[in-house]
T-cell receptor, first 114, second 108 residues
Framework: DAKTTQPPSMDCAEGRAANLPCNHSTISGNEYVYWYRQIHSQGPQYIIHGLKNNETNEMASLIITEDRKSSTLILPHATLRDTAVYYCIVRVAAGGTSYGKLTFGQGTILTVHP | SAVISQKPSRDICQRGTSLTIQCQVDSQVTMMFWYRQQPGQSLTLIATANQGSEATYESGFVIDKFPISRPNLTFSTLTVSNMSPEDSSIYLC?????FGSGTRLTVV
């Protein structure tokens, strides 16, 4: 799986948008970009994923650049409960021999402050 | 998405003993995954468990230390054998895009 690079930490004011960047310059054509987060002492929580188009759900938006070498996770109105470690992971699509496996990096510690 | 129940949630074990962690999924899934999260670290995949076949282990993990069972499409167990303090970690199972809440293991 392609490697990802994320900043180790970021801060955000409550109510503002949190924009978390991720670089994945070696991504392959059949690999998706996934985002998870882990709130302290809990299991990781799936947020969103995408292949090449921008995606939005009730939790966040995912913006993928046209060359697919980087992406940004956007939490539109961050709350204190969004404080967590955010992981950007590149993962093969269904049917690949390593489908389902997740390779976690160190992620970005997002701290939302009042 | 699936709902995963994992137990025990935590345990304190004596060195040299073994602990079996159970993971129950509320729907049938082909693959289940076991991860380890050492203190202050990110998650590392231990093995992939497919029903009806032996688990596939990642580099650095062996079956004798982490035997896995997968008797049906909704259940799996991970055993941490002959434990030492270095095995103190959080162990998590996963299926589809969902993770269990983890088992916090302390070996004394």
């Amino acid at each position: 799986d392609a490697k990802t690079t994320q900043p180790p930490s970021m801060d955000c004011a409550e109510g503002r948008a949190a924009n978390l960047p991720c670089n994945h310059s070696t991504i392959s054509g059949n690999e998706y970009v996934y985002w998870y987060r882990q709130i302290h002492s809990q299991g990781p929580q799936y947020i969103i994923h995408g292949l090449k188009n921008n995606e939005t759900n009730e939790m966040a938006s995912l913006i993928i650049t046209e060359d697919r070498k980087s992406s940004t996770l956007i939490l539109p109105h961050a709350t204190l409960r969004d404080t967590a470690v955010y992981y950007c992971i590149v993962r093969v699509a269904a049917g690949g021999t390593s489908y389902g496996k997740l390779t976690f990096g160190q992620g970005t510690i997002l701290t939302v402050h009042p | 998405s699936a709902v995963i129940s994992q137990k025990p949630s935590r345990d304190i074990c004596q060195r040299g003993t073994s602990l079996t962690i159970q993971c129950q999924v509320d729907s049938q899934v082909t693959m289940m995954f076991w991860y380890r999260q050492q203190p202050g670290q990110s998650l590392t995949l231990i093995a992939t468990a497919n029903q009806g076949s032996e688990a596939t282990y990642e580099s650095g993990f062996v079956i004798d230390k982490f035997p896995i069972s997968r008797p049906n499409l909704t259940f799996s167990t991970l055993t941490v054998s002959n434990m030492s303090p270095e095995d103190s970690s959080i162990y998590l199972c996963s299926a589809m895009n969902t993770f269990g809440s983890g088992t916090r293991l302390t070996v004394v």
